[in-house]
C-alpha cells in the first residue's frame, strides 16, 4: 500500500498521529534528506527524493507488496506530490493523510483568517502577477524562480505599494523568522519561505 503523509511544515511535533503511525509501520521511507533526517531511528529501507519523479513512479510501480510512506511537505494535495500520485496510481492505491500547511501555519502564526484567501504556487508555473496586485488576500508558495523580491517588484510596478506582503521563512524550524513589510522594503534573500500578501485599498 502507498500511502502520502504530510509532514506539515517540517517540525514533527505538526505531524498527525495518523501520519506519525503510518511511518511506524511502514516498510519503506520515502522523502527528501531534510525529512527523513527526522527519523533517525527508522528501521526499514530509507529513499531520498529528488527532482526525477518519473523515476520515482517507475520504483514505486515496483514495490506494490510493501508498505510504504510517502513524506510530503506541507499538505501532500496542496502543490504537493500527493496530486502527482494519485494522478498515477489512482486514488483506490493511494492513501492521503492530510498534513498542516505551510499557509496555514503561517496564517495562524500571524493571526490572518483564510475565509477570502486566494491560495497559489510559483512552483513550474508561469506567475500571474497582475492578478496577485488585484485581488485582496493572496497566499502563495514560492520557488527560486519568484520569491519575495520578485513578487514585490511586480506589486511596486503595479501601483501596489500600499501592500503588505508577510513572508514566512523556515516555518515551524528552530530558525523561523515572520517578516511584515511594504513592497519598497523586501529584501533580496529569504530562506525557504511562503508569503501572504495583503493588497490595501
Same mark, same amino acid.
Given at each position: 500500500?502507498?500511502?502520502?503523509?504530510?509532514m506539515g511544515p517540517?517540525?514533527?511535533?505538526?505531524?498527525?498521529?495518523m501520519?506519525?503511525?503510518a511511518?511506524s509501520q511502514a516498510d519503506v521511507?520515502?522523502?527528501g534528506?531534510r525529512?527523513l533526517?527526522?527519523?533517525?531511528?527508522f528501521?526499514?529501507?530509507?529513499?531520498?527524493?529528488d527532482?526525477d519523479?518519473? =523515476? %520515482? $513512479? *517507475?520504483w514505486l510501480e515496483?514495490?506494490?507488496a510493501?508498505?510504504?510512506?510517502?513524506?510530503?511537505s506541507g #499538505?501532500?494535495?496542496?502543490?504537493?506530490?500527493?496530486?502527482?500520485?494519485?494522478a498515477?496510481?489512482g486514488l483506490q492505491q493511494?492513501?492521503?493523510?492530510p498534513?498542516?500547511?505551510?499557509?496555514q501555519?503561517l496564517?495562524?502564526?500571524?493571526?490572518i483568517?483564510?475565509?477570502?484567501?486566494?491560495?497559489t504556487?510559483?512552483?513550474?508555473?508561469?506567475?500571474?502577477?497582475?492578478?496577485?496586485?488585484?485581488v485582496?488576500?493572496?497566499a502563495?508558495?514560492t520557488d527560486?524562480?519568484?520569491?519575495?523580491?520578485?513578487?514585490?517588484d =511586480? %506589486? $511596486? *510596478?503595479?501601483?501596489?505599494?500600499k501592500?503588505?506582503l508577510?513572508?514566512g521563512?523556515?516555518?515551524?524550524m #528552530?530558525?523561523e523568522?515572520i517578516?511584515?513589510l511594504r513592497p519598497?522594503?523586501?529584501?533580496a534573500?529569504?530562506d525557504?519561505?511562503?508569503?501572504?500578501?495583503?493588497?490595501?485599498?
Open positions: 500500500m502507498l500511502t502520502v503523509a504530510g517540517g517540525n514533527l511535533a505538526l505531524m498527525t498521529p501520519a506519525l503511525d511511518v521511507l520515502v522523502g534528506k525529512h533526517a527526522q527519523f533517525p531511528d528501521a526499514g529501507e530509507i529513499k531520498a527524493l527532482a519523479i518519473p =523515476a %520515482l $513512479l *517507475a515496483q514495490q506494490r510493501r508498505r510504504v510512506v510517502v513524506l510530503a #499538505d501532500p494535495l496542496f502543490y504537493g506530490i500527493g496530486t502527482r500520485l494519485v498515477h496510481f493511494v492513501r492521503i493523510i498534513g498542516i500547511s505551510a499557509v501555519y496564517c495562524s502564526r500571524t493571526g483568517d483564510m475565509n477570502d484567501i486566494w491560495l504556487s510559483s512552483h513550474g508555473r508561469a506567475v500571474d502577477f497582475a492578478a496577485l496586485a488585484s485582496p488576500k493572496v502563495m508558495v527560486a524562480r519568484c520569491g519575495p523580491k520578485t513578487i514585490a =511586480a %506589486l $511596486l *510596478a503595479r501601483g501596489a505599494e501592500s503588505w508577510v513572508i521563512e523556515n516555518l515551524g #528552530d530558525n523568522r517578516h511584515r519598497a522594503d523586501v529584501q534573500q529569504y525557504m519561505n511562503v508569503v501572504v500578501i495583503l493588497n490595501e485599498r
